[in-house]
């Protein structure tokens, strides 16, 4: 999407993950992480430099990112954060104090 904007299903069906996850849906966890699954390990192995390091990276982010669901505070606002790409954007709202 060369305009940035992402459709208004896509936030929709995003926001009702986020909302159903926060609530303790781990198969709409699962979906906002399937995603961008293979891209957080890609990032994790480029700085880490060895796979194994790597996989148990992302699993340990994706751990923390379960267990602090719930503390994300209106995630509404976080859908569109990373252009293009709104399942992620969650994370990075997690993540970030």
């Known amino acids: ?8 299903a896509i ?6 993950l986020v909302d159903d ?3 303790g849906d781990r198969a709409a966890f699962e979906a ?4 961008r699954l293979d891209d957080l390990f890609r990032t994790a192995w480029a700085i880490l430099g060895d796979e194994r390091d790597a996989r148990d990276a992302t699993q340990d982010a994706c ?3 379960w267990r602090r669901l719930p503390t994300l505070r209106e995630p ?7 252009p ?10 997690i993540e970030m104090p």
Request: proline share 5%; no cysteine; hydrophobic share 45%.
């Open 21 to 23: 996850a926060r609530h």
């Open 1 to 8: 999407m060369s305009s940035g904007a992402i459709p208004a």
């Open 84 to 93: 293009d790409q709104p399942h992620i954007s969650f994370l990075y709202a």
């Open 63 to 65: 751990l923390m990112a």
């Open 32 to 35: 906002l992480l399937q995603v």
């Open 11 to 16: 936030v929709d069906r995003t926001s009702r």
């Open 76 to 82: 509404s606002t976080h859908i569109g954060f990373v």
